[in-house]
């Protein structure tokens, strides 16, 4: 039995941003387990390097966000299904034997937050408009196809990376042009926004929202501010609504326990520890 204290970290670039830290070390904390957690600012260029280096230093896995997520993928040793299809991994396991573990959890921690949010959501109960074709996108694909939604419609400011992701995901999944994307709301059971419109510093969500119509499961993937314009309207016009905060907590729960060996609660402590 190695008496190491278990390390883990999040490695991106710009990496101080992040809430994975307060949010992990908080489990540590109140589950009252050995180790830490450690945001990891990264060059592309040095990503392998540093993997490679890691176990060596203590650490069990990692987090990886922007901009690694692929190349991550790429690196690894052996890579879940999930991942594969997603083409990118958010989460590394270091393996006694020296191999590097990937996996996604972004769609578990989509889904997740889905149910938690809005427990009598039924995934059969119609189409999905999703907006966003980026890697927040795919995952988001995935776990809805899995979970049963029976058509997604996914609309993008540039409709070339929408059809692309389209072709992957197969006839389920159809496109619908950036500027008519207000028109397709009504007749939508979830709306997803997985785009960065609408967060703190970027450009504001032009779409028409008037579509919106209540009962309709609207959530955004943008937690800062964790009301955003998208999920305002969506409570005005009677939407069920759930924000961000939660998929980034639900996909942090299977890593944890990975690396530390005990499953985490999502509960209010929980949020109220990742948004300090």
């Known amino acids: 039995m190695s008496d190491k204290i278990p390390l883990a970290g999040v490695i991106g670039t710009p990496i101080a941003h992040s809430k994975s830290p307060q949010l992990h070390r908080h489990w540590l904390r109140t589950l009252g387990l050995k180790g830490d957690y450690i945001p990891m600012d990264v060059a592309a260029r040095d990503l392998e390097d540093v993997l490679r280096t890691l176990p060596k230093a203590g650490f069990v896995g990692v987090n990886i966000t922007i901009p690694?997520?692929?190349?991550?993928?790429?690196?690894?040793d052996l890579v879940t299904d999930r991942a594969t299809l997603i083409g990118a991994a958010n989460t590394l396991i270091f393996r006694r034997d020296g191999q590097i573990h990937a996996d996604n959890t972004d769609g578990y921690g989509f889904i997740e937050n889905l149910k938690a949010g809005a427990p009598?959501?039924?995934?059969?109960?119609?189409?999905?408009?999703?907006?966003?074709?980026?890697?927040?996108?795919?995952a988001v694909l995935a776990s809805l196809l899995d979970a049963g939604v029976p058509e997604i419609l996914l609309t993008n400011r540039t409709r070339v990376r929408a059809e692309?992701?389209?072709?992957?995901?197969?006839?389920?999944?159809?496109?619908v042009d950036w500027v008519q994307a207000g028109n397709v709301l009504e007749d939508s059971a979830l709306v997803v926004n997985t785009t960065s419109l609408g967060m703190i510093g970027k450009p504001a969500m032009r779409v028409p929202l008037d579509g919106l119509r209540a009962g309709t499961l609207v959530t955004d993937l943008v937690y800062a501010p964790l009301k955003t314009d998208l999920l305002a309207a969506a409570e005005a016009a009677g939407c069920v609504t759930v924000d961000g905060l939660g998929m980034l907590l639900h996909q942090a729960v299977p890593a944890f326990e990975r690396w530390f060996g005990h499953r985490p609660v999502v509960d209010s402590a929980t949020r109220a520890a990742a948004l300090r």
């Open 68 to 76: 690694h997520k692929e190349a991550a993928l790429e690196l690894a």
């Open 120 to 138: 009598h959501w039924d995934p059969g109960a119609g189409p999905a408009t999703v907006m966003g074709a980026g890697g927040a996108a795919r």
């Open 164 to 175: 692309k992701l389209a072709d992957d995901f197969g006839k389920k999944v159809s496109v």
